[in-house]
C-alpha cells in the first residue's frame, strides 16, 4: 500500500484540473472563444492560456517542480480572477479564488 499525504493529492488533483482546464483552452471551445473575445483578448490568445495550464499541470505533478507549479498556477488564476470580476462575472470567480486557496497545501508539500 502507497501512502500519499492530504498535501500530496492536493496537488494532484489540482494536476488534474489543470490538465482538464488546459485541454479545453487548447482545443478552443465554443464557450471559451466567445469568452476571450468578449473580454477583447488577442485571437488565440486561450491556446497560450492552455499551454500554460497544461505546463502547470505538469509542474504540479512531480514533487520536485511542485513549488514552481504553485507559484505559476497563484500568478495564472490571480489574473483569472482579476479578470472575471473586471467582467462583474462574480460567480465564476468564486472557483478561482478556491483553486488560489487550493494552492497553499500544494505550496507547501513542495520538498525544498
Known amino acids: 500500500?502507497?501512502?500519499?499525504?492530504p498535501?500530496?493529492?492536493d496537488?494532484?488533483?489540482l494536476s488534474a484540473v489543470f490538465a482538464a482546464s488546459g485541454l479545453i483552452h487548447v482545443l478552443g471551445v465554443g464557450f471559451v472563444q466567445r469568452a476571450y473575445e468578449r473580454w477583447?483578448?488577442?485571437p488565440k490568445?486561450?491556446?497560450v492560456t492552455g499551454v500554460v495550464n497544461l505546463l502547470?499541470?505538469?509542474f504540479l505533478a512531480v514533487p520536485v517542480t511542485r513549488i514552481w507549479g504553485a507559484v505559476?498556477?497563484?500568478?495564472?488564476?490571480?489574473?483569472?480572477?482579476v479578470t472575471l470580476l473586471n467582467h462583474?462575472?462574480?460567480a465564476y470567480s468564486f472557483p478561482g479564488m478556491l483553486l488560489m486557496a487550493l494552492l497553499v497545501p500544494a505550496f507547501l508539500s513542495s520538498p525544498i
Not at 500500500?1 to 499525504?5: D, G, K, R, V
Open 7 to 9: 498535501a500530496t493529492l
Open 72 to 81: 505559476l498556477a497563484a500568478i495564472v488564476m490571480f489574473i483569472a480572477v
Open 11 to 13: 496537488s494532484l488533483l
Open 88 to 90: 462583474r462575472q462574480y
Open 45 to 47: 490568445f486561450y491556446r
Open 56 to 58: 502547470i499541470a505538469a
Open 1 to 5: 500500500m502507497i501512502f500519499a499525504s
Open 40 to 42: 477583447h483578448f488577442p
